[in-house]
């Protein structure tokens, strides 16, 4: 079964604007949703400007989770997405290279707007472990489920954040 091993972090918004240059970073516009949950696992739809998934991800906090991913035409993403409208994540996603990894860098968007998290993906729990973030990722948020994009679907970021 596939493994995602990820570790998320928070990055304040006036940090990076001093930290990064978006504008010379490949981006793209994702738009997301979730069609079923349970206390195990959740079902997403997710496209992008050319390409659309759907995916099983297990719902367990820590580092590594099962993850399933299938291509669907644009088109049957687009349909599957009137079947969830209020669950909707929206965010813009910078590709970082560092060494060897990639940062995702996540703009949130819509009611999740003033959200800027950091997710980097390992080969294994060793790597992930051993890696050292940069000095403009604050902190980690790996295992907080408020910032998993499922809970951000339901309680977004403007209803909570302090």
């Given at each position: ?65 099962i ?46 707007e ?43 970021y ?5």
């Amino acid at each position: 079964m596939p493994l995602e091993v990820e570790k998320k972090f928070l990055v304040k918004p006036e940090v990076l604007a001093v930290e990064i240059e978006l504008e010379k970073l490949k981006v793209k516009t994702l738009k997301q949703a979730y069609l079923a949950s349970s206390s195990t696992a959740v079902v997403r739809v997710r496209r992008d400007e050319r390409k659309a998934y759907l995916t099983v991800k297990q719902r367990a906090s820590g580092l590594k989770r099962i993850e399933v991913e299938r291509e669907l035409t644009i088109a049957e993403a687009e349909e599957l997405f009137e079947l969830c409208p209020s669950s909707l994540v929206e965010k813009q996603r910078y590709y970082i290279p560092l060494n060897e990894l990639t940062i995702e860098l996540d703009v949130f968007l819509g009611a999740n707007e003033g959200l800027v998290l950091a997710e980097v993906e390992f080969a294994d729990e060793q790597q992930a472990e051993a890696f050292i973030p940069p000095s403009w990722f604050s902190d980690e948020v790996s295992g907080d489920y408020r910032y998993y994009n499922h809970y951000l679907s339901e309680h977004p970021y403007s209803s909570w954040k302090s």
